[in-house]
């Protein structure tokens, strides 16, 4: 491990995922263990404004203890209490006072909870690396069936600059920069620690990239192509056509789902509108971007909003087409040879 080109490729990760601000401030949570003071370390050489926080849960008694210990001296972390008022009062117990009976302690996630409630004024960073995502998605396949993938950057202000790192590379980093880490000893008892220590290891033994398979299942796209491509770009309108007469229709920011023209021959039902017409060559359709009046320049967008017609409603009103001119919209642009009328049943 080199730790100058492992620390410019998070840097490299930093600034295409826009997590940190260059030389901006950011507040580490770290426990101690291999990845959160590599992340540390690293964020500390690119020049970036580190504090370190440690969120002391209490568990593991004086392990507990040492594990703040080497947070505040080492890594010069503020340590807050996160018990949470939960379970045995640990300090109470070894001053030879009366104990409370002993209560359920917190779940993973209770504890998860307490770590983020927490700086939450501050942007956050936390050490989750690469492994921390496969064994998440594992997790989430057996809990919910979703493989579902930890992002790069929370809502609430919680950054992973490590998402694309293993935790053997941070161990490594840690080992040449001459970084101590700590181990944590309760981690075999955890949900995290059983997929860690055991079903993982078995994985790798029925295919050595057992790890890779599973990050490339839960990144894919299981949708058409075609519909990926509609709903990620927000650039310009485009439609996709689907089964049974209807299309998916996108205008920058805004989708909605369409039925295709019908040919109006004697009389058309669309929505709450009846509409009927002698006239051949016509259609009956909904609104497009671009659409006009037949033999004007007014667009019907601006027709909409003269008639007060509410944004919601417009991508379902129809339109009486000839080609690609609008002859008529019912209820506000007549047209002779075009009869309309709106239904309440």
Request: hydrophobic fraction near 40%; aromatic fraction near 6%; charge should be negative.
């Amino acid at each position: 491990m080199e730790p100058r080109a492992f620390r410019k490729a998070v840097e490299a990760d930093i600034r295409e995922h826009d997590l940190i601000a260059p030389e901006g401030e950011v507040t580490v949570l770290v426990s101690g263990g291999a990845d959160s003071t590599c992340l540390w370390h690293v964020l500390h050489e690119l020049g970036y404004d580190v504090f370190a926080l440690h969120v002391d849960h209490g568990l593991r008694g004086l392990e507990s203890d040492e594990d703040a210990d080497f947070c505040r001296e080492v890594l010069g972390a503020e340590v807050v209490d996160g018990r949470g008022g939960r379970g045995v009062a640990r300090d109470a117990a070894l001053e030879g006072a009366a104990a409370s009976p002993a209560r359920p302690g917190p779940t993973e996630d209770e504890l998860r909870e307490i770590r983020y409630s927490f700086a939450t004024d501050k942007l956050r960073a936390t050490g989750h690396t690469l492994s921390d995502q496969v064994e998440t998605v594992l997790y989430r396949i057996v809990a919910s069936g979703a493989a579902g993938l930890i992002e790069w950057a929370r809502a609430d202000g919680v950054v992973r600059p490590l998402l694309n790192r293993w935790r053997d590379e941070t161990e490594a980093y840690c080992r040449a920069a001459g970084l101590d880490f700590r181990r944590d000893s309760s981690n075999r008892d955890t949900k995290r620690g059983l997929i860690r220590e055991e079903i993982i290891p078995l994985l790798l033994r029925l295919h050595p990239g057992a790890e890779g398979n599973l990050l490339r299942l839960a990144s894919r796209k299981t949708a058409p192509p075609e519909l990926v491509q509609l709903l990620e770009s927000a650039e310009g309108s485009t439609r996709l056509g689907l089964s049974g007469g209807r299309s998916i229709v996108r205008e920058y920011d805004r989708v909605w789902l369409e039925r295709s023209p019908v040919v109006l021959e004697g009389e058309v039902r669309w929505g709450a509108w009846r509409i009927a017409s002698e006239r051949k060559g016509l259609k009956v359709r909904g609104w497009r971007p671009g659409d006009r009046l037949e033999g004007r320049t007014k667009k019907i967008q601006d027709v909409f909003v003269d008639a007060k017609i509410p944004r919601s409603e417009r991508e379902a009103w129809p339109l009486v087409v000839s080609g690609d001119e609008v002859v008529a919209v019912p209820g506000i642009v007549e047209a002779e040879g075009v009869l309309v009328e709106r239904v309440t049943d």
